[in-house]
């Protein structure tokens, strides 16, 4: 059921913009739009900035979610597990 009040906003994923309904968006979400091809043996670190007040910058882990706003910037770095 979406909320009629939700709003697409336009965030920057590792260079590349992507739209995601806000307000908020979670760790999982952000790792499918940087790397579609995601494989379940490799561990992603999270970074961003440019948040809202909530949250303007900081990591991000698995099960994680933040407040986003238009233009946010977050950098998702793949790491092999060992």
């Known amino acids: 059921m979406?909320?009629?009040?939700?709003?697409d906003f336009h965030i920057i994923i590792n260079g590349t913009k992507h739209d995601v309904p806000g307000p908020e968006a979670t760790f999982e979400q952000i790792v499918r739009l940087a790397f579609s091809d995601s494989n379940p043996n490799t561990a992603y670190t999270m970074t961003y900035s440019r948040g809202p007040k909530e949250n303007r910058e900081g990591s991000m882990s698995p099960g994680d979610k933040v407040f986003v706003k238009n233009e946010m910037v977050f950098n998702v770095t793949p790491t092999n597990k060992s």
Do not use: G, T
Request: hydrophobic share 15%; aromatic share 0%; no cysteine.
């Open 2 to 7: 979406a909320n009629e009040h939700q709003k």
